[in-house]
């Protein structure tokens, strides 16, 4: 079965982009070397003219509360409310349900409205490919990209299962996801063919009833990313025992990678914001500044890129919209091999 490598993807997206960067018609990309990121710059609005909020913005996190997209959308209210990035007022909603389809048809709903702003994740691609919605990914404006994921496996540390092949032994063994075509899906998948078990994978909605779930002894395992359980592994509740990347993470050097198990599988998960569709450009410039400044705070790096384990990345409109077109590639023929679409 073809490799999946969402960073491998994302540092060949890195190349890509600066050899075409004269050709886009976003804003302009400058690749750099810190951290692993790469970072684009705003460019002018073309009209001369700054759009100011009329009224409160929603930040949507498509997930319920205490999930990946809920973290990374509070942690963003607050540091530009602590650090007065915009005078803008901003207010997280939950819209979660339907891997993620209730938020994306919510935000859909407001096309032309700037004051929506959406976190997008890779049931942004998958959701659309796997269901007749009447949008995709296209449907919306691509604002920024923000970080790259790591997806792991974590099981409780009272179970005693140390490594992906103590959890594959486990009678009955379950693993919790988000959804069905998602990452933890497809891991899932690949995860049975290489031991040539059946492993009970349970979907869930969110992040959040992953880990009320694990908590509660009613699943086995759960495949999510470093930052929806950090602090679970931190106290002892929980143990990751694999993470599918191609090094060991920054974060936690302790946990082996999949591949150094015997697992030939690397993916993860890309964290970014977008807006609805046909808004103008000088609402769109109001977004790339505003990430800008996010992503050039010492406060996002520490408080949620380093805090929560997730690699730095950073891309602005039509280098993001390029990204996401690889990606939408790339789930589908995983999801065409999976038998799903």
């Known amino acids: 079965m073809k490799r999946l490598s969402i960073l491998a993807l994302a540092l060949a ?11 886009t018609s976003g804003p302009e990309s400058n ?29 949507v996190a498509c997930y ?12 963003m209210q607050k540091i530009i409310a602590d650090e007065n990035l915009s005078s803008a007022n901003f207010n997280v909603v939950n819209k979660d349900g339907g891997s993620g389809a209730i938020g994306m048809a919510y935000v859909d709903g ?9 976190c997008t ?14 949008f995709n990914y296209e449907d919306f404006t691509p604002i920024a990209l923000l970080g790259l994921d790591p997806s792991i496996i974590v099981v409780r540390t009272d179970s005693g299962i140390t490594n992906l092949d103590e959890l594959l032994e486990t009678p009955d063994v379950s693993l919790g996801g988000t959804g069905v075509g998602t990452i933890d899906y497809i891991i899932t998948n690949k995860l049975n063919e290489a031991k040539g078990v059946e492993i009970n994978y349970i979907p869930y909605n969110g992040d959040g009833e992953q880990v009320t779930a694990l908590l509660g002894n009613q699943v086995t395992s759960i495949c999510c990313n470093y930052n929806t359980v950090s602090e679970y592994i931190n106290n002892g509740d929980f143990t990751c025992i694999a993470t599918f990347t191609p090094e060991r993470l920054d974060a936690n ?6 591949k150094e198990q015997g697992y030939d599988i690397e993916m993860s998960l890309y964290r970014g914001v977008c807006a609805a569709a046909d808004i103008t450009e000088s609402e769109k410039q109001f977004y790339y500044e505003l990430m800008t400044k996010v992503n050039e705070s010492e406060a996002w790096h520490n408080d949620y890129l380093e805090a929560n384990g997730v690699e730095p990345y950073f891309l602005l409109g039509d280098d993001f919209k390029a990204y996401l077109d690889e990606v939408n590639e790339e789930f589908t023929v995983a999801l065409q091999e999976a038998g799903l679409i």
Do not use: V
Request: proline letters at 6%; one cysteine or more.
């Open 253 to 258: 050097p302790d946990i082996a990678t999949a």
């Open 110 to 118: 407001h096309a032309g409205d700037p004051h929506y702003l959406m």
């Open 121 to 134: 994740t890779s049931s942004f691609t998958t959701t659309p490919l796997q269901t007749d919605l009447g």
């Open 64 to 75: 319920a509360a205490g999930g990946g997209h809920d973290i990374l959308l509070r942690t």
């Open 31 to 59: 690749s750099g070397s810190n951290g692993g990121s790469s970072t684009s710059e705003p460019s002018s609005s073309g009209n001369g003219e700054e759009w100011k909020p009329s009224r409160t913005i929603e930040l």
């Open 13 to 23: 997206m890195m190349f890509n982009l600066m050899a075409c960067s004269s050709n």
